[in-house]
């Protein structure tokens, strides 16, 4: 009967292994294209965001902007478009799970303002 028990535990041990390695991971930028006008700067950003959890959009939008402008500087009326997948695995499925639009301060917009 013991064994019948580790048969059942040791999978779900990894599984939850995998689970908890996923999670940890900070956020990976796998592509980034900037288009830029003298009034515009519009940035495509496609990222893995490495979690399954439930995600507080805002906050990961100002966090990623944050992180944006200080490795790249600013430029003016800069607008950010992310589209976001959960895992890798998500990535190369094509299973996109969102798609924001935010400005330079982090905020959620829904249309590009000139």
Known sequence: MKKKKW???????????AFCMEEAKPY????STVISSPNLTENEI??????LLPVDKEALA?????DHLRLN???????LELELYRTNLHYSLR???DTILCNDKGEIVTEIEF
Request: aromatic content about 6%; proline content about 6%.
């Open 62 to 66: 100002k966090k990623i902007v944050e």
């Open 7 to 17: 048969i059942l535990i040791i999978p779900m041990l990894v599984l939850l292994a």
């Open 95 to 97: 299973k996109v799970y």
């Open 28 to 31: 990976e930028i796998l592509n």
């Open 73 to 79: 500087g600013g430029r003016p009326n800069q607008y």
């Open 46 to 51: 496609t990222l893995v965001i490495h979690s």
